[in-house]
C-alpha cells in the first residue's frame, strides 16, 4: 500500500477496496439470498452502498467518530426493522444479514482509518462463517452442552487464572504459584489433548488406539478399565497389548513434562523414557495382533471423564506445594534414602505432582541425578503397582500376563 501511495493518491485506493471488499460480502448474501424464497436483506448492490457509507461517515467524523456513531445507529434501527419485517413472516429467521450489514458499514470506517489488514481480515472471516452455515449448525448438534462446558473450564484455567497468578516465589520453600499453576495448565493440556482424541467416533479405532490415548491421559485409571473389561471378554491378547502400550504411554507422558520444566532432567531421562515408551508400544501391539479379526469388533464402550474438574485442578495445584515442601524436608532430614522411599510411595499415589517438584527441586539445588534416579523409581513402581491392579481387577489368566509383562516394563 505505501508503494502504491508513491504514484497514486491514497483516496481512489481506499474507495475502490471498500466496494471490493463489500462485494465480496454482497456476493455471497446474494447467492444465499438466491437459493431461498424468503425475504433477506441486501445483497451485491446493497452492502457496497453499506460499505461506502462507513467510509463517508467516517471521512465526516474525522477524530470525534460523531457522525459514525449517528450513521451506526441509524443503520441499526434499519437492520431491526428489517429483522422485525423477516419475523413477521418467518418466526426461525435469522439476523446474520443484518449483522452483515453492520460488519461493512464498520469495514468503510476501517479502510478510511487505514487499516487495511483488519478490514480484509474481518471479510475473509465473515465469510468463511458465512459460507460454513451448514458445517457450523452441524457441528454444534454434535457437541453436547457439557463439551462446551469442559472447554471453557479450559479456557479458564489458561487465559483467565495463569496471567493472574503472582509469578514470585515466597516462603521459605521458595514457592512460586505462576509456576505451580502453569504446572496445572501443562498437565490439564496434556489430559485434555487426549480426552478430545478419545472423543473421536468408535468406528476410528478399537481397543489398542484407545489404549495409546487413555494412556496419554491416565495410564492408571486406562489399565484398570481395560482389566475390569477384560474379565468378561476372551481376546486376552488384545487387552495385554492394550494394558502395555498405555503403560509405555506414561514414560511418553512424562517426557514431554520434563521439556517443559526441566531440560536439564529431559536431557538425562529422554532416551531412556523414549526407548521405553517406543518398546512398550510397539511390543504391545504386536501382542495385541495375536487375536484373529473377531478382535476388531471389539470398540470404545466406556467414555473418558471429564479432566478439567475445577475441584480437580485445585487438589492437583494443592498436591504439587505439598510435595515441593516434602521433598526437599525428605532430603534433608533422611538423604538419598528418604527420596527414594518418597518416589516408591509416589508412585502407587500419583507420580505427576511428584515428578514435577522434583523437575522444580533440581532447578534449586536438590542434586540432578538425584532427582533423575526418583524419577526413575517412582515410574517403575508406578508400572508395577498397574500390573498389580491388573491382575486384581482382570480374570487371573489374562492378570497374570499383564503382572509379568508390566513388573518386566518396571525391571527395565
Not at 501511495?5 to 448474501?29: A, D, H, N, T
Request: positive net charge; contains cysteine; glycine residues 8%.
Amino acid at each position: 500500500m505505501n508503494y502504491l501511495v508513491q504514484y497514486i493518491s491514497l483516496e481512489p485506493v481506499k474507495i475502490v477496496m471498500v466496494l471490493l471488499l463489500s462485494f465480496l460480502i454482497g456476493l455471497e448474501r446474494e447467492e444465499r439470498k438466491s437459493s431461498s424464497s424468503r425475504y433477506a436483506f441486501g445483497g451485491i448492490r446493497t452492502l457496497p452502498l453499506i460499505g461506502l457509507m462507513g467510509y463517508v461517515m467516517a471521512l465526516l467524523s474525522g477524530n470525534h467518530h460523531l457522525f459514525l456513531c449517528v450513521g451506526f445507529l441509524v443503520l441499526g434501527a434499519l437492520m431491526a426493522l428489517s429483522f422485525y419485517h423477516k419475523l413477521s413472516v418467518d418466526l426461525e429467521a435469522g439476523v446474520t444479514s443484518e449483522v452483515s450489514g453492520l460488519i461493512t458499514f464498520l469495514l468503510g470506517a476501517l479502510i478510511y482509518h487505514e487499516r487495511f489488514w483488519l478490514a480484509s481480515a474481518l471479510v475473509v472471516f465473515s465469510m468463511l462463517l458465512l459460507e460454513m452455515k451448514i458445517s457450523l449448525e452441524q457441528l454444534s448438534k454434535r457437541i453436547s452442552s457439557d463439551e462446551i462446558l469442559t472447554f471453557t473450564k479450559f479456557l479458564l484455567l489458561t487465559i483467565v487464572i495463569l496471567p493472574i497468578v503472582p509469578n514470585e516465589p515466597f516462603g521459605p520453600f521458595h514457592i512460586n504459584l505462576f509456576k505451580t499453576w502453569l504446572i496445572v495448565v501443562a498437565i490439564s493440556s496434556v489430559s485434555y489433548g487426549s480426552y478430545i482424541l478419545q472423543k473421536i467416533p468408535k468406528k476410528w479405532g478399537g481397543i489398542f488406539f484407545a489404549s495409546l490415548l487413555g494412556g496419554a491421559y491416565s495410564s492408571t485409571v486406562t489399565v484398570v478399565l481395560l482389566a475390569k473389561r477384560a474379565r468378561t471378554a476372551h481376546h486376552i491378547h488384545l487387552f495385554n497389548g492394550g494394558i502395555l502400550a498405555a503403560s509405555g504411554m506414561m514414560y511418553l507422558r512424562i517426557v514431554i513434562l520434563l521439556i517443559l520444566f526441566n531440560r536439564e532432567l529431559f536431557h538425562l531421562l529422554a532416551p531412556s523414557f523414549l526407548a521405553l515408551a517406543a518398546g512398550a508400544i510397539v511390543f504391545g501391539f504386536f501382542w495385541a495382533k495375536k487375536i484373529g479379526k473377531d478382535g476388531e469388533r471389539i470398540e470404545r464402550e466406556s467414555q473418558p471423564k471429564n479432566p478439567l474438574e475445577l475441584r480437580t485442578a485445585f487438589m492437583f495445584a494443592v498436591l504439587f506445594v505439598l510435595m515441593s515442601i516434602i521433598t526437599p524436608i525428605a532430603l534433608a532430614k533422611l538423604g538419598k534414602v528418604g527420596i527414594y522411599s518418597l518416589a516408591a510411595l509416589m508412585g502407587a499415589i500419583d507420580i505427576d505432582p511428584f515428578i514435577l517438584s522434583l523437575t522444580q527441586s533440581a532447578s534449586v539445588g536438590a542434586p540432578l541425578e538425584l532427582a533423575a534416579a526418583s524419577i526413575v523409581i517412582t515410574a517403575a513402581s508406578n508400572s508395577a503397582i498397574k500390573g498389580i491392579y491388573a491382575y486384581i481387577w482382570s480374570g487371573r489368566k489374562l492378570g497374570l500376563m499383564s503382572l509379568v509383562l508390566l513388573l518386566g516394563l518396571a525391571f527395565l
